[in-house]
């Protein structure tokens, strides 16, 4: 076959409604797809991070050919396979000499940059998988002193008309129903969460997992409950089973964790959303469709529309407007000390870290405050280098890709961009994790006391951070509250908090 276009379709744009495949002849050009080793070991991931993009991969590979598409597919067991995704593209263009190269564009910077130093008259098409296109963002940065989530996600919701009156008033009449989103279990705990829909591994996805475990058997994580989405017909059953059973019950949880309970009200849309299975307008309209039905509420559904209209394009754009510009690297608290071990083992006697990180590296799945607030949160007040932070995320999950990965890492929960996604470090004592969880209850800690045998790490921590950062806190207004509660501790007190929180680093560095 003389190629006409190579379309090269990476791991994370399995959209069989791709505007490549649109525009494309299956008589005339041929998709390129690569298993390449770099992609799985530039961080160390786990195993079921690696067998989530293969397995869609080659679902997506079977389905094209299905349709009459040739297919170049080099598969990660091959010895003699592309060690990279230039090599991968700059082979290609060697055999096939196409007229064309084209790609939609790479969602992380990296990428893009490998694949333009191989071919520069490379054919980006634009992602229509985002809802704010790049350059908007850009344009949007530009006119603000400071951007702030909340304004944005407002402008996106009048943007697509998303729970708005035909007055153009948000619906409800609030914009944000975030107060009603801070529930927790009390002491009686979650009453039967129903399961969220999971997948027995197909033929397809069995194979990944022998050779998961063949190619990479010293990565992290197991693979041995793999049971995500690889298929747009599986991504929409997982949208509908959780807008079924738990988006009622999304907002008011949102934030709890409990002892076992990996799940709870979270949908489990992300790995799908990422890897380009749905769209996340399908996932919007069809939670407004639930609200206007009268079959969820609005504090729910408003919750629930506002992580992906509002933070998922928010993340999405800082990304790319910050990037590269040093943005990865960014270190605003000069932290520096390295990420304790235990990140990798869950062998720990902190019962929230244990929980987090146990599940983590079980399912490849922590939900939002598990990261934001258990181990994002230890590591801000421990004080571990970012990138060090960043790479362990990017490592960990099933949904880790660098252009949302990053900001939320370096941003929100390190503060290392100094402000940039949010207003004020994410910062708290262990008596947050006690009002949210109940960790606490099985942990040889007490989230009360900040010195002594049992006085819980992030309490000490916690004071130590405050004490640390005093000055440049006091700067932020938001932090105020928080940074005048030292005025409550003695010189005695204070001396004793960072004696123990200095022996705690020495003992996990
Ligand atoms: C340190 C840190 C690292 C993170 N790394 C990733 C990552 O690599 N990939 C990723 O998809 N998300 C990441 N997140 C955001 C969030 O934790 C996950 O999207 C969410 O936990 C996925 O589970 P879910 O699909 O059940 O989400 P739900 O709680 O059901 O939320 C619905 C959807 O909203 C979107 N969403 C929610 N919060 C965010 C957010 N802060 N940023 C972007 N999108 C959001 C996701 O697409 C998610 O699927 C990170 C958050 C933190 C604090
Ligand atoms: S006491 Fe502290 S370390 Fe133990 S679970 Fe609670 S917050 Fe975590």
Known sequence: MTVRNLLVILGDQLDPASPLLKDGDPTRDLILMAEVREE??????????????????????????????????????????????????????????????????PGDYRVAKALRQVAPHLDFVPDIHFLCPVKDFRDYAKER??????????????????????DGKPEGGD?????????????????????????????????VLDTVDRVFP?????????????TPQQ??????????????????????????????????????????????LTVVQAAEERYRKGLAPLAAVEGFIRQILGWREYVRGVYWTFMPQG???????????????????????MQCLRQAIGQTLEYGYAHHIQRLMVTGLFALLFGVEPKQVHEWYLAVYVDAVEWVELPNTIGMSQFADGGIMASKPYAASGKYIQRMS????????????????????????????????????????????????????SPDQKANIIRQADILRASLS
């Open 327 to 349: 943005y990865a690297s960014r270190n605003a608290l000069a932290a520096s000390n390295p990420l304790p071990k235990f990140y990798w083992t869950g062998e720990t006697d």
């Open 218 to 230: 010293q990565h992290p994580g197991t693979c041995r409950n793999f049971d995500w989405p690889v």
């Open 235 to 280: 991504a929409a059953e997982v949208l509908d089973d959780f807008l079924d059973h738990r988006l009622e019950h999304f907002g008011t949880y949102q934030d709890a964790m409990w002892t076992g309970e990996p799940y709870l009200y979270h949908s489990r849309i992300s790995v799908a959303l990422n890897l380009k299975l749905i769209h996340p």
């Open 438 to 489: 109940n960790y606490c209850t099985g942990c040889k800690y007490d989230p009360a006391q900040s010195t002594g045998p049992n006085a819980c790490p992030f309490t000490t921590l916690y004071w130590d951070f405050l004490l640390r950062h005093e000055p440049a806190l006091q700067a932020n207004q938001r932090m105020k509250m928080q940074v005048r509660n030292l005025d409550r501790l």
């Open 40 to 105: 799985s070991t530039h961080v160390w991931s786990h195993k079921a991070r690696i067998a989530v993009f293969l397995s869609a991969m080659r679902h997506f590979c079977q389905q094209r050919r299905d349709e009459g598409w040739q297919v170049e597919y080099h598969h990660i067991e091959d010895a003699n396979g592309p060690a990279t995704l230039a090599d991968a593209l700059r082979f290609a263009i060697a055999k096939h000499k196409p007229e064309l190269v084209r790609v939609v564009e």
């Open 175 to 207: 914009w944000n129903y975030d107060s009603d989103n801070r529930g927790s279990f009390g002491k009686q705990g979650p009453k039967a969460v129903p399961a969220p829909r999971a997948f027995k591994p197909s033929k397809i996805t069995r194979s």
């Open 145 to 166: 002193k400071q951007l702030r989530m909340e304004y944005f996600y407002r402008d996106m919701r009048r943007k697509y008309s998303v729970l708005m009156t035909s």
